[in-house]
């Protein structure tokens, strides 16, 4: 079984920078792929960035590309999300995602484990 714990949220200004972490556990973090998601409530989980598991192919959504950057260090069996540039369209609650399947993907029934969420709030 798969633990995933979030950090780094908080409370920022528009045009600011956070770095999400997520320390994963109860795995051997290099056999997995991992995503970052963010939903508000009312709203379904969105896809925000997803990364193999050598790093070698990263995948973005279109409304984080050029101002998100996910990253992942096998060693320390965690995976970053820099999120730059921010704006309070980013609000939402952060999830970290784990997939034990044969692909790197951007769906979200296709990853096995959540992390509990962090807070991301960005004032304008």
């Known amino acids: 079984q798969v633990q995933l714990v979030e950090s780094g949220g908080g409370l920022v200004q528009a045009g600011d920078s956070l770095r999400l972490s997520c320390a994963a556990s109860?795995?051997?973090?290099?056999?997995?792929?991992m995503g970052w998601f963010r939903q508000v409530p009312g709203k379904e989980r969105e896809f925000v960035a997803a990364?193999?598991?050598?790093?070698?192919?990263?995948y973005y959504a279109d409304s984080v590309k050029g101002r998100f950057t996910i990253s992942r260090n096998n060693a320390k069996y965690t995976v970053y999300l820099q999120m730059n540039s921010l704006k309070p369209e980013d609000t939402s609650v952060y999830y970290c995602?784990?997939?034990?399947?044969?692909?790197?993907?951007?769906?979200?029934?296709?990853?096995?484990?959540w992390g509990q969420g962090t807070q991301v709030t960005v004032s304008s």
């Open positions: 995602a784990a997939n034990v399947r044969a692909r790197v993907t951007t769906r979200v029934d296709e990853y096995d484990y």
């Open positions: 109860g795995g051997t973090f290099s056999s997995l792929r």
């Open positions: 990364i193999s598991r050598s790093g070698s192919t990263i």
